[in-house]
């Protein structure tokens, strides 16, 4: 089955609450831009090293590519830091590698570009690593051993100096890293306080609407129920001594009819009030839009029932959250198919930098879980081919979808 994806034909109504003063991680261009001319910076480091074409040139520029190949490893790695530092020391061991073969190449040509691989390091290492005493640490013995390697490699003294551009690096972008990850934790904690007002103003309008339900209980169902037992007793009086085939009797049949239906409408209004609605289709464009994702509808999403529409909602809104909390200014796609069965697909690309300690405990995708089995479906959430991450929800559709 081929499903068309609807276009958008209106805004969807903006969200109660938006998170002021704190702007939008929108860093993908710029990250993908940097990404592309990466390789670049390599080739031409490596071209700077092989020319003049000697043998010790040539061997330099494989070192500075191997180098190259080390930084990409550890860049790509998207393992998030734990207590532990695995990732922390890997990352740190591989741009450590990347240096080495740096100050080999530059010892082989010292006339050559070898030794940017070494600032090329520093910088990544304060980006991509946490641990503080990892990245001074890299940059102590780094700085110190360019210094003393390309002083020797020139016969100069001021080749000494050299070295103290390491350190400079891995400060400025340590200090850089950090903001971000401050950024992007107050984001976060700013996002879940709009979320928390919304679900207060949800439960006071809840409550409220149960107040309304009891008034109209009382008003209207006690009043009508009174209403119809005295024309019950009116008619009875009437017919009597009319006869049951008088207009009058006829009009008091009326007006009881009229109010048995106005209390089967006043009870059907009640429990209308006591429900509360389930998430529309709308909802849930508001919902992504409030978290700068794009959304991909193909098929009808409001016919499927209340529970699966829930669902469906509470699974984008954990996943769009979870994004927003490990994968800051990373672009997020909420892909829904309602066709056969129902997948809601939320991914998002590796990091375009590593975040801080995860601060959940995986309780949120549990719930979510059970949410899917409730509804007779799965839910699967990991990596993806391409390192970024993945949520899906399949539900069949096969006797659930209503007429």
């Known amino acids: 089955m ?90 740190t061991t591989m741009l450590a590698l990347c240096g080495l073969a740096g100050l080999v190449a530059t010892a082989l040509v010292p006339v050559g570009a070898a030794y940017a691989s070494l600032f090329v390091a520093a910088g990544l290492v304060g980006r991509i690593v946490l641990d503080r005493r990892l990245v001074w640490g890299f940059a102590a013995v780094f700085g110190v051993a360019l210094s003393i390697v390309f002083a020797l490699a020139v016969g100069s003294p001021w080749g000494l100096f050299l070295g103290l551009v390491v350190p400079v690096v891995a400060s400025q972008t340590l200090n850089r890293a950090r903001l971000h990850r401050e950024h992007a934790r107050v984001v976060a904690l700013l996002a879940e306080r709009d979320a928390l007002r919304e679900a207060e103003l949800a439960g006071a309008a809840a409550q ?21 037992l005295h024309l019950q007793a009116i008619r009875a009086v009437l017919a009597k001594r009319l006869g049951p085939d008088d207009a009058v009797v006829a009009s008091v049949d009326t007006a009881a009819d009229l109010a048995r239906s106005g209390l089967a409408e006043a009870k059907q209004a009640v429990a209308t009030l006591r429900e509360t609605p389930a998430p529309t289709t709308a909802d849930l464009w508001t919902l992504v839009d409030g978290h700068g994702a794009a959304l991909e509808l193909a098929g009808d999403l409001d016919p499927v029932g209340d529970r699966l529409r829930e669902t469906v909602y509470a699974t984008t809104r954990e996943a769009l959250t979870n994004a927003a909390r490990h994968a800051s200014g990373a672009p997020v796609t909420v892909a ?68």
Do not use: K, Y
Not at 375 to 398: F, H, I, K, S
């Open 208 to 228: 409220e609407r149960a107040r309304i339900a009891r008034d109209l209980h009382d008003v209207l169902a006690h009043s009508l129920s009174g209403l119809s």
């Open 336 to 403: 829904v198919e309602v066709g056969d069965d129902l997948v809601l697909t939320v991914t998002n690309p590796r990091p375009l930098r590593t975040s801080g300690p995860s601060e959940g405990g995986g309780n949120g995708l549990v719930g979510l879980r059970e949410r899917a089995a409730l509804v007779g479906g799965t839910l699967a959430a990991g990596p993806d081919d391409d390192g970024g991450w993945r949520v899906t929800l399949r539900v069949p559709l096969a006797q659930r979808v209503a007429g």
């Open 2 to 91: 081929t499903a068309t994806t609807t276009g958008r034909r209106e805004p969807p109504p903006r969200s109660a609450f938006t998170t002021a003063g704190v702007p939008r991680g929108d860093h993908g261009s710029r990250a993908r831009l940097g990404e592309g001319l990466r390789p670049l910076m390599w080739l031409g480091l490596a071209a700077g090293t092989v020319w003049p074409l000697t043998a010790g040139s040539l061997v330099g520029a494989v070192l500075v590519l191997s180098g190259a190949a080390c930084a990409v490893a550890a860049a790509r790695d998207p393992r998030i830091t734990t207590e532990a530092a695995e990732g922390d020391r890997w990352r």
